[in-house]
């Protein structure tokens, strides 16, 4: 019997849009056989240099740890958009794995990434874009989303091939559309089954 394979989706969210987009992910994930989703999030960065995170968050999931990366067949990262970048959370936890860079940990591991924005032209594309940059450098197969899904040329909101994006309202409360649904849950099904598929290869 094939050991299922553990993919991890690795989300910064504020207001709770990102986070129900990651929920949408790990739904697509689940949904192929021999692959489960590990739901991760990393602490706020604070311009207090004393301030500290608590252990366990107090709502939603629990913090990444390093390990999550080494026991992973694959990783869906997702971040709010601050400027048409990532959120400085997501990167700063990123900026913590050089090791893990030279190891190699997830080199050959299949990627993809998803955001929201508070504006509907807010930098999605290039928020996705700029998450990309690390996971090529740590040597991760990026995957994104192919036209075969018409939501991508019907969307009057979010969807892009780069990724799964939701365009969340100035207040993030904009509730996800269908097509932005749709789009979230096929990229974490691409992402499970081309993990799958590698495994098979080895």
Same mark, same amino acid.
């Given at each position: ?58 709502? /939603?999931? #629990? *913090? ?11 990783? @869906? &990262?997702?971040?709010?958009? %601050? ?75 979010? /969807?892009? #091939? *780069? ?11 904009? @509730? &996800?559309?269908?097509?932005? %649904? ?21």
């Amino acid at each position: 019997m094939k050991p299922t394979l553990t993919i991890l989706v690795l989300y910064y969210s504020r207001h709770g849009a990102t986070r129900k987009l990651a929920e949408l992910v790990a739904q697509g994930i689940e949904s192929v056989p021999g692959a489960e989703a590990r739901l991760r999030t990393v602490p706020a960065v604070s311009t207090v240099a004393e301030a500290t995170a608590p252990d366990i968050p107090t709502e /939603g999931a #629990p *913090y990444v740890e390093l390990s999550d990366l080494a026991e992973c067949a694959g990783l @869906a &990262l997702g971040s709010p958009t %601050r400027f048409g970048n990532m959120a400085s959370a997501v990167k700063y936890f990123l900026d913590g794995t050089a090791a893990d860079w030279v190891n190699g940990t997830l080199s050959g591991k299949p990627a993809a990434v998803f955001t929201s924005t508070g504006s509907l032209h807010g930098g999605q594309e290039s928020t996705l874009l700029s998450m990309m940059i690390p996971l090529l450098h740590h040597g991760m197969l990026v995957l994104g989303l192919p036209y075969s899904h018409p939501e991508l040329m019907n969307t009057a909101s979010g /969807g892009s #091939p *780069y990724g799964a994006s939701h365009w969340a309202g100035a207040d993030g409360k904009r @509730a &996800l559309t269908e097509d932005e %649904r749709v789009l979230a849950i096929a990229l974490g099904k691409r992402l499970a089954a081309a993990a799958v598929k590698l495994q098979e290869m080895h």
